[in-house]
């Protein structure tokens, strides 16, 4: 059978409507209703405009407990209805709470309509590479705020409501990328704009991924910051009169957004959920994905070696006998956080992309750079004899170095041409998961201007890891051979600061409707040498830390087998 072309791509959120009888939502992922999202920042010509008027953090004094900061919060933005302001700017006020509370726990209980993001810092790998005459402490330029004071980095971040949104409907450009930074000052580090960017931008987005846009992003209007061994409740304020959006419209939407933060945690020490895979269907599914993946092989082994590798995925449709909430399969899958960056993407009344990511896209420090390489993929041992042995098959096969190799080489050249120094150290390690394990190496490099942090973007992704080599021949086989649209899996995902970014690559992810039903995807990298059938093995491996947390019945479940249709159901 022929693959379908782009337009005639299958798509799994049209498949929402079809629950279980049991289930009472009907319709898309659900009824519309309005949400107000303050101002789009990535409006024509908004990147050529300069830097916005002001552009400040204040601190209030330190709070004992959540409940204390809001209150503080409150009154402090009370205090600024009435007062003049110039035609644009960007203010964060915050509390320092004196005792840790879990970001997750807070977000939990914040159930006010309201866009949402949460984005959990990696903790630091052993071994990082290091540019000569720099630290991992250095701000890397030697420009630093001046007052030698050291801010603490959060350890995780939750946010809701929306300051100032950035979304748009074309690919993410460098003009895109300047009407974020003018909001985002160097000393002002956690003012930063949380969000992700689509895989492939050129291609249509179906209905389930078309609230996002081809990147949506946010600053946060309430955050929450979980730090090491305390918090920070802060609130952000923006405004542009050009974009229409007063200094009186923010402050009064502001109000609002804090009337409904609720101040209290609940602790949550839950490791799976209460629900069970009533049906569980795959795109494509085991015959299609043999037959795209011997497409492939032949393309790679033919005499004109079109392609040295394509990473073919696959979109997992889960209908549960209840709704998931997002940040409780957040909080679940905290168990496997490490290593690893976990998020949540959640625009207003919308599904909710959620990850645990292990693959750095890249880390900018002032013009300090790192990136990884992550390919190869096993499981774990069940003892500690077996892992090792598992680690060494992983390390010694040459289909995983030719994938791996692959990877590496590729993201060394991309930084080559726009860095000064390059280092990759090591040269392959295994990194190991709590469920899987990976080849990885990590790499170093430095910019030459801050404003090259665009180019590093736009040049790392999509790296061979979740595209291919050569890129476009990779992308347009994805394109012509996946009927299901990507989304934002397998595209950047993180945060954008004033002197700080970092990115991590959205694979290990889900969307979450707030109906019954649950997409999950997964990828493997198709190189000479590849089965067909040991790669499915390989996403069921991938999609295994979504899966283990619902509760199967195997005699209940229905598996569903959809067709390669040529028309949209």
């Keep these: 059978m022929p693959p379908p072309s782009s337009s005639s791509r299958y798509s799994p959120g049209r498949l929402l409507a079809a629950r279980p009888a049991s289930a009472t939502t009907v319709g898309r992922w659900a009824s519309r209703l309005s949400c107000s999202l303050s101002m789009n920042g990535c409006a024509p010509g908004a990147g050529d405009r300069g830097a916005v008027c002001v552009r400040e953090a204040r601190a209030l004094p330190a709070a004992p407990a959540p409940h204390d900061a809001v209150g503080q919060l409150r009154a402090a933005v009370d205090a600024l209805v009435g007062s ?237 006998d209840t709704c998931i909430d997002p940040v409780e399969l957040l909080a679940c899958l905290k168990v496997e956080g490490q290593n690893a960056y976990q998020f949540c993407i959640q625009p207003p009344d919308a599904p909710a992309f959620v990850g645990n990511s292990p693959e750095q896209l890249f880390h900018r420090k002032h013009l300090n750079i790192s990136s990884e390489a992550l390919a190869g993929t096993r499981a774990r041992g069940k003892t500690r004899a077996d892992d090792f042995q598992i680690g060494q098959d992983l390390l010694l096969s040459t289909k995983e170095d030719i994938e791996f190799t692959i990877v590496r080489d590729s993201i060394k050249n991309k930084l080559e041409m726009i860095c000064d120094e390059v280092v990759v150290h090591p040269s392959k390690a295994l990194r190991k998961l709590p469920r899987v394990q990976h080849l990885s190496a990590q790499l170093a490099a430095r910019i030459r201007n801050e404003d090259d942090e665009f180019e590093i973007l736009n040049t790392l992704h999509p790296s061979p890891a979740v595209c291919g080599l050569p890129t476009e021949e990779a992308r347009r086989f994805i394109r012509d051979h996946e009927i299901f649209d990507r989304g934002m899996y397998a595209g950047p995902v993180g945060w954008f600061g004033g002197a700080e970014s970092e990115f991590a690559v959205g694979i290990r992810s889900a969307l979450l409707g707030k109906g019954h039903s649950t997409l999950v995807y997964a990828g493997a990298g198709i190189v000479e040498g590849t089965n067909p059938s040991f790669e499915w093995d390989e996403l069921d491996l991938k999609a295994s830390q979504f899966a283990k947390l619902l509760r199967y019945q195997e005699q209940h479940i229905r598996y569903q087998e959809a067709e390669n249709l040529g028309t949209v159901i």
């Design 84 to 320: 003049d302001a110039p035609p644009s700017g960007i203010i964060r006020i915050e509390v320092p709470i004196r005792q840790r509370v879990d970001a997750i726990e807070w977000l939990h209980v914040q159930t006010a309509l309201l866009p949402r993001c949460f984005f959990s810092a990696r903790a630091p790998l052993p071994d990082a590479p290091a540019l000569a005459g720099t630290s991992s402490c250095g701000n890397g330029n030697g420009n630093g705020n001046g007052s030698g004071h050291r801010q603490q980095q959060p350890v995780s971040v939750a946010g809701v409501g929306s300051a100032v949104f950035f979304r748009g409907t074309e690919p993410f450009s460098l003009a895109d990328w300047r009407a974020i930074k003018r909001f985002l000052p160097r000393d002002c580090p956690l003012i930063r704009a949380y969000g992700a960017i689509r895989f492939d931008a050129t291609s249509d987005a179906s209905v389930e991924w078309e609230d996002y846009g081809s990147f949506y992003f946010i600053v946060p209007q309430v955050e929450f910051n979980e730090l090491e061994e305390s918090s920070v409740l802060a609130t952000t304020i923006a405004w542009d009169d050009s974009l229409s959006w007063t200094w009186q419209n923010a402050v009064e939407e502001l109000q609002s957004t804090l009337q409904k933060i609720s101040p209290c945690s609940v602790q949550s020490n839950k490791t799976s959920l209460q629900t069970a895979i009533v049906s569980l269907n795959h795109v494509p599914t085991k015959a299609s994905w043999d037959l795209a993946v011997t497409k492939a092989l032949q393309m790679i082994k033919g005499r004109q070696r079109e392609l040295v590798k394509v990473v073919l995925a696959r979109c997992s449709r889960y209908i549960t």
